[in-house]
């Protein structure tokens, strides 16, 4: 008996490798953008280093609906021995839909402005490397969603603006961050009538959402229409692209979310984005 009979025996192995190949090759690919940890000299592991990551619940919550979660690194860079070149259209290519996801403030001078104080400085390179993804995804035809930053960031990238610091720069406005409980601190949204999102939240449209944030959106940037707002202070909590592209994104962080906690079923969004995938995967 040959070796490759021996290990595919009557067939049936060959016949479960083909399925799984496929179904494989069937999957969307959702790149998710990278947080970036800088060198610390306090830090105990690679602490000279700069350090990639994504949140592990953010790839849960893409895998929930079958798709296949990928960090996207920040390694746009030319190789000038080689002449090898790797940029955001390489990936925007190659992949399926786009999620950007949460983490540091954005830099103020990337809608124009400057620090009002030192710690809303943001982060000036991941602003860099987010933008020049959402202007590749969006040439390709391919879907983008953010989550809390990631609505911030495209809304600056599209021409918008944000408040660098709710509590300073709003007047009377509702608290949306609690450091102490983080993830499980909670406000209801007020979703608007007649909106995608609408059309999508069919059990309730003042759902329970975390917030988890000190700034957000001052200037809804052009071609862009307001989704949900919070009831308290009409801030901007869910966004939508009116021409064409599929961007859309929330304030809040659907991957926190839970059945257990009360707070809003995100799975029909979730459904919506990657349907708008699978329809830009199509030839």
């Keep these: 008996m040959g070796l490759l009979q021996q290990v595919l025996g009557d067939g049936s192995g060959f016949v ?18 990278a947080c970036f940890m800088y060198p610390d000299p306090t830090r105990n592991a690679y602490a000279p280093k700069t350090l990639q990551y994504i949140e592990e619940s953010m790839a849960h919550w893409v895998s929930r609906g079958g798709a296949l979660p990928v960090m996207v690194p920040s390694s746009f860079s030319e190789d000038k021995t080689t002449g090898a070149c790797i940029n955001a259209d390489d990936y925007a290519q190659w992949l399926d839909a786009l999620v950007l996801h949460g983490g540091a403030d954005v830099w103020p001078g990337s809608y124009g402005e400057e620090p009002l104080h030192p710690s809303w400085s943001g982060d000036r390179q991941r602003d860099t490397y987010e933008i020049a993804l959402v202007r590749a995804f969006v040439a390709a035809g391919k879907p983008v969603f953010g989550v809390c930053r ?3 960031l495209i809304n600056v990238a599209f021409g918008g603006t944000l408040y660098q610091d709710i509590p300073t720069q709003l007047a009377q406005s509702a608290p949306h961050r609690d ?13 608007v009538a007649g909106t995608r999102l609408h059309s999508l939240l069919t ?5 329970k959402i975390n917030s988890i944030h000190h700034q957000g959106i001052k200037d809804l940037a052009p071609g862009f229409v307001v989704e949900a707002r919070c009831p308290d202070d009409g801030l901007i909590e869910a966004i939508r692209h009116t021409d064409g592209a599929y961007v859309a994104a929330v304030q809040w962080h659907p991957e926190y979310h839970s059945q257990s906690l009360g707070t809003l079923d995100d799975s029909a969004m979730l459904q919506d984005f990657l349907a708008a995938a699978a329809a830009a995967k199509k030839p």
Excluded: A, N, W, Y
């Excluded at 479960?16 to 953008?33: A, P, V, Y």
């Excluded at 450091?179 to 979703?191: A, K, Q, W």
């Design 150 to 152: 990631g609505l911030q």
């Design 179 to 191: 450091s102490d409980v983080f993830d499980h601190h909670f406000h209801s949204v007020d979703v």
């Design 203 to 207: 059990q309730t449209h003042h759902p």
């Design 16 to 33: 479960e490798i083909s399925k799984r190949s496929h179904t494989m090759k069937q999957r969307l690919k959702i790149g998710i953008s």
